[in-house]
């Protein structure tokens, strides 16, 4: 291990794992390569790692990097930021964060862990704000479909961009008889999206309940994804399936989504703090704190 270690804990929101990395007092960024070495690893194998920096603005707490497993940057992270959050609170007893990311400014609240709520911003639904490499007059619903063209298992999903953008296709059936392995990893790179896409599968149970399974671009299948959490339900509501206040059930539990009349994205729900320790941000390499 190097002086140059940062150190880290490790978390998740819902079974979505998360790396939480504190480089306020360093310049040094985690390399593409350290968070490869990092996802290889059973004990910090994760879905997003959380670059926590210093922040030279007083009115922003902190600013947050992104990366997913394959050492690609992200704009947001809904679950992450609630790590983060959990993890700051302890830190300075606060309850209330401002976060500049690279997909926008983020505000959380902080009650408990169990109970921690983030404003992800302002969805956007322009063709061009997905990005879409082709002009979609109807974001609602494009020409997009998996399966034959004859007979497709899914068609014309919703695009949004939530930080990221999202594709979510409307399911009949339950989410879990279709393989969104196959899907996900097929469509992420598909040339309609002009910086990658999350692939969702959706089903509406009612007017304030979606069942959800993601595929995250450069992560691959989660357990939890706030902002396709975000992106199913106001793309639900544009579709009117349900109302602006739902409960969007993903693999690891319960994520309350609400798409507010001041055209904000509120989501509430948990973080779970699993250990710490020190890493290198070059390499990747990590000792547990005690070990």
Not at 112 to 129: H, N, Q, Y
Not at 177 to 191: D, K, R, V
Not at 240 to 257: A, E, Q, Y
Request: proline residues 4%; hydrophobic residues 40%; charged residues 25%.
């Amino acid at each position: 291990m190097s002086e140059m270690n940062v150190p880290f804990v490790k978390m998740n929101g819902l079974g979505n794992e998360i790396i939480v990395a504190d480089v306020r007092e360093t310049a040094v960024k985690i390399t593409p390569d350290a968070a490869v070495a990092l996802d290889g690893d059973a004990q910090t194998k994760f879905d997003q790692i959380m670059e926590v920096h210093k922040s030279s603005n007083e009115q922003i707490d902190a600013g947050i990097r992104i990366l997913n497993s394959d050492g690609s940057e992200a704009g947001a992270c809904g679950n992450g930021t609630r790590c983060v959050v959990s993890w700051l609170s302890k830190e300075t007893g606060k309850d209330a964060f401002t976060f500049k990311t690279k997909g926008g400014i983020l505000t959380a609240n902080y009650e408990s862990d169990a109970l921690i709520t983030v404003d992800m911003g302002v969805p956007k639904f322009g063709w061009e704000d997905i990005p879409l490499e082709e002009e979609f007059f109807d974001t609602t619903g494009i020409e997009l479909q998996v399966g034959p063209i004859d007979a497709p298992v899914l068609h014309t999903p919703s695009v949004a961009n939530v930080g990221n953008p999202h594709c979510i296709f409307w399911a009949p059936e339950d989410v879990w008889s279709y393989n969104l392995e196959q899907i996900g990893s097929l469509l992420e790179f598909h040339p309609v999206f002009a910086d990658r896409v999350n692939i969702s599968l959706a089903n509406v149970k009612s007017r304030d309940h979606i069942i959800l399974r993601t595929w995250e671009r450069g992560a691959g299948i989660t357990q939890a994804c706030g902002s396709a959490a975000c992106a199913a339900a106001v793309c639900a509501v544009r579709k009117d399936l349900t109302d602006r206040k739902v409960t969007v059930t993903v693999p690891g539990g319960d994520l309350h989504i609400e798409w507010t009349d001041r055209d904000r994205m509120m989501m509430t729900g948990p973080a779970e703090y699993e250990f710490s320790g020190m890493l290198n941000p070059l390499t990747g390499e990590f000792a547990k704190d005690g070990a």
